[in-house]
């Protein structure tokens, strides 16, 4: 197995993982910036946990570095924050379905910032996948509920994508570990300002969800998903990416018995062809 093809099967680990962390999101009766205080907290923990078992370095290579992470880890976190309240305010649906712009985002916004030509074959296959996106949505509503959760997912998006980008382009000699260990806290601080919830909310229900969240859920896909970025670009990471939605639905119809739509079979399949090429094509 080359480099690309690893970095393509941990890819394609960690958006499966992904899959199911919006399912918790709406299990946990707390605000999106408390779960995320104590996802990052735990997420940290562990990594750093595992980093000092293994002997790894965690000192990095230039203060400049260390500004990118601190910068990157602030766009996380925002990311967190924005993607968890667009749920919270209207649906998982709305909000998985609207933070999967971030791929057609990646791929006008890759080139811009790194001053590459942008490929026809690529615009299309973003808008393929986003095309298979929006087919899924059973119904969509105008009403303020609906209105809101896509705001808040499309800025969950950008900032996303934003850290995608600069991720590829200026840390990507890190491993996934070490630079989740750094933004992971960074984006913790970010949610200090939000948070509401008092030790009295964290019942014994609350607890063993947010410890999955904060470590199988968050510690490891994200790892996966920045280390696959040492090999892949942000644009290839992006469109495989959208295979969340279509995951987030075979979950929900094996333990929550949510019967897809045709709009969801027809959706899911664009998504996975655009994916499948994608991987194709980079492997």
């Not at 960074?186 to 964290?202: E, K, N, Q, R």
């Not at 510690?219 to 495989?240: D, E, G, Y």
Request: with cysteine; proline share 4%.
């Amino acid at each position: 197995m080359n480099t690309n093809q690893r970095s393509l099967l941990m890819l394609h680990a960690s958006v499966f993982i992904f899959g199911i962390t919006a399912l918790f999101s709406k299990l946990i009766p707390l605000s999106s910036a408390d779960i995320n205080l104590v996802r990052s907290i735990l997420t940290v923990l562990v990594l750093g946990v595992l980093l000092k078992v293994q002997r790894r370095p965690i000192k990095l290579l230039s203060n400049k570095d260390l500004a990118w992470m601190i910068f990157l880890g602030a766009l996380l976190g925002l990311h967190w924050l924005t993607y968890f309240h667009a749920m919270k305010v209207s649906s998982v649906a709305v909000g998985v379905i609207s933070l999967y712009t971030f791929p057609l985002m990646v791929v006008f916004l890759e080139p811009l910032l790194s001053k590459e030509k942008l490929h026809l074959s690529d615009a299309l296959l973003a808008l393929v996948g986003l095309g298979g996106v929006f087919l899924m949505v059973p119904t969509f509503s105008l009403d303020s509920p609906i209105t809101a959760g896509v705001a808040w997912g499309l800025i969950s998006a950008l900032f996303f994508a934003l850290r995608n980008i600069w991720q590829k382009q200026r840390l990507s000699e890190y491993r996934g570990d070490t630079t989740m260990l750094y933004q992971g806290f960074v984006a913790g601080l970010t949610c200090l300002p939000f948070i509401s919830f008092t030790m009295a909310d964290i019942n014994f229900d609350n607890a063993w969800k947010l410890l999955v969240i904060g470590t199988l859920l968050t510690a490891l896909p994200h790892s996966l998903f920045v280390t696959s970025l040492r090999h892949l670009r942000a644009k290839t990471a992006s469109l495989i990416a959208c295979m969340q939605p279509v995951h987030a639905t075979i979950l929900a119809l094996i333990f929550l018995n949510e019967q897809p739509t045709a709009g969801t079979l027809i959706g899911g399949t664009l998504i996975i062809a655009s994916s499948m090429i994608e991987t194709y094509r980079t492997k």
